[in-house]
């Protein structure tokens, strides 16, 4: 999240976690499903290109790095 611009998004659905971390791929993209970001986008382990938190808790905690509370809240979040 350091080395240039990012799109910060907070995603709420049942099963939230797996999911996107489905959809995102392994942390290597060399070993990620064909199809998935990291696959499609992603240069090397330090260079993913994308993030997803690993529980609930850290997305919460990591979600608050963007995002006021109320902002959340307005969404429908469970903050």
């Known amino acids: 999240m350091t080395g ?6 907070a995603l709420e659905r049942e099963d939230a976690v797996s999911h996107l971390r489905t959809v995102i791929g392994a942390t290597d993209p060399a070993e990620a ?7 499609l986008f992603g240069t090397d382990i330090g260079t993913n290109t994308v993030h997803g938190s690993d529980s609930i808790e ?3 905690r990591e979600a608050l790095f963007f995002f006021s509370e109320r902002e959340l809240a307005e969404s429908g979040a469970s903050v």
């Open 58 to 60: 850290n997305g919460i």
């Open 33 to 39: 499903a064909e199809g998935t970001i990291r696959a």
């Open 4 to 9: 240039g611009p990012i799109v910060a998004c």
